[in-house]
Each structure stands twice: as C-alpha cells, then as structure tokens.
C-alpha cells in the first residue's frame, strides 16, 4: 500500500450527531444514515476522490505513529534525594569430585543494600551505597555454619566482620545505564574492621579477610551491582529486540559474563527483560589463593534470567536469575601437596533480588 502525499483542506463530511477530528480531518455529523459530502469548492467526484487518498493517507498515518510508540528508552531515571533498595536471597549448591568422593555444600546467603542518590549530572549518578544486613549458612559434610551481621558474639569472627561492614557508607558512581565507574572507600573499611581483631591467629584472620573480600569486596560489590543494572542497550528498542551486554563476575576469579538481552514485555508501570548469559573463566593459567592453596580454575556455565523494571525509574523490582556452571578446578603441587589435584565440580545458583 502506497501513501499519496495529498492534504485535504476542503472535504467535511456528516456523521451521526459529533464533531470528530481525524488529524487533519474534520467529520461532522447529523443523524443520518449515510454519509453526505459537504462540498467547500471542487465538485463530488473530486471530493469522494480525495476521501479515498486521504483515508489511506490517514491509515498509513496511524500505523506509523503505532509502530513509532513502541520503540522505547531503556536506563536509569534515579531521582536526586531519593533511596533505593535491593533485597537479595541465593540459594547455592555446589558439588565438588576429591579423591573420587563427593563432596557436596549448600549455602544461603542473603543481603539488603540501600542506595542514597547524592548527587545527579549527565552521565552518572553518586550514590551512597550501605549494607543494612548480611548473612550466610553453609550445609557440608561436616556439619552447618551460620554467619549473621545481627549476631553478637566476639568469639564469631566472620559474623562480627559482618556486623562492622554493615552501616558504614560507600561510595558507588554509577553510569545512566548501570554500570559501575567507581567504588571508593572500601579499603578504609577493611582497614578499620580488622584492626579490631589483635587476638585473632593471623593464620585465621588472613583466612577470614580472603573470604569476605571475595563476597564483600570491591570487584564482587561491582559485580553484583552490574547483574541488575548493567542491562540496558545504547540505543531505543521495542519488544521483540535484543541486545548485548559484556560484564564481569569475581568470586575468587574472573569469569567473563556475556549476555543477550530481549525487551520481553512492555506494561502501564514496568518493562520485562529476559536475559541469556554465557559464562567462561577469563584466564584459565590465573593463579589465585584459596585458603592457602593455590589454585587454577577452568569453568563455563550459563544463566538465564527475568528482570522486571519500574517504568520510570529504571531501577529493578524483581529480578530471577538461575546460574548453572561446571568445570575443574586444578590444586597447584606443593610441600603440602607434592603432586597436585584436579577437582571436578559443578555449581548452581538461584538468586532472586528484589526493591523491598
């Protein structure tokens, strides 16, 4: 179907008894059955002609401007003043082959943060990031430990390392489309929670200071900010569209994380966004520490995800995320263990992150 380029300044027609305006046309009515031509200059045939070009005209119009209307904005809105929330609940299996016998933990960890907007200009938002709670609990074979910012009690270190972290003010400098630029005064967190600990075995508080910068640290805190906010596109989309989106994961490595994005849903108060991940260990020779051994991961995996956003702000309400990845680990040879181990293991996730 063509679109003639013609626009009528003589036609009006009559029907029913309302005055209807179809841009830039006027319809008049007045309770008769058909539809009379009132003619301001130019004769009927030339009038009806013209009726013709311009309802198509007018049909090409309404599709275009329908199909205009869908294309839509994807990023954060944050207003200035303004406090915003993520509640976070992980449910944690992990399934690991030692000298041909399995070895199986689960673990629960949970976590709400606030984030105070301090400031707004073009391109970023500060924000005053807190942790208002923390806590963890691991099932293994050995028995069950439960960790809890709430709880008070010296002889628990990990549980008090929780409950200094919490309530103390980070800063976070976050793009209009979810990423993160800067965190800055973690170290001077760290720095002040440990220095409490002057008799704790350092063998114990090193061990202790491995494990809640791999949870709590900086790279992890980017990270985990990253899964709900670094989703959006450069660009407008509609439903049906995709995009990419290339991140990055540390829980004791680096796992490059790409993503594709699909604008699933577009309702009165929120966007619904599906996203599919691929995961792969980013250098597969890195050597990194865990508790004292050094070892080499080579993982992959995928997780797949439903975010839902608020409309205006861009800022998530809920979001599903369930990670599957397998692989090995490799246990570097040392006097503690001449020759090695190659530990095979597998590793699933489901974290729901909500505002409240």
Known sequence: MSCPLYTP????????SQWFLHSPWMVEA??????????????????????????????????FSSTQAQKVELGLNLLEGEKYTQVSESKISINQVMNGQNLDIDMAVKGSISYLVRSVNEANYELEMMYESLSMKIEHPQGTMEFDSEKRDENDVLSTVLSWITGK??????TKKGSV???????????????????VPETQ????????????????????IEMVTAIFPDHKVEVGDKWTVHTTMESGMTVNVTTTYKLEEIHAEYYMIKGDSKLQTADKEAIVDANGMSMKYDLSGQITSKIKINKQSGWIIRADHNQDIKGEAHIQASPVMPVGMIIPMTMKNETVITNN
């Open 30 to 63: 007045d309770n008769k059955a058909t539809i009379v031509p009132y003619i301001l200059k130019g004769s009927t045939a030339t009038t009806m002609t013209a009726m013709k070009k311009n309802s198509t005209l007018l049909l090409c119009f309404l599709l």
């Open 205 to 224: 508080l090193n061990q202790v200071k491995s494990q809640i910068k791999e949870a709590y640290g900086e790279e992890a805190l980017k990270a985990n």
């Open 169 to 174: 003010p980070i800063t976070v400098i976050l």
């Open 181 to 199: 630029s800067e965190v800055r005064e973690m170290d001077t967190i760290w720095a002040s929670v440990f220095d409490h600990f002057t008799k």
């Open 9 to 16: 300044d003589n036609v009006k027609f009559m029907l029913n």
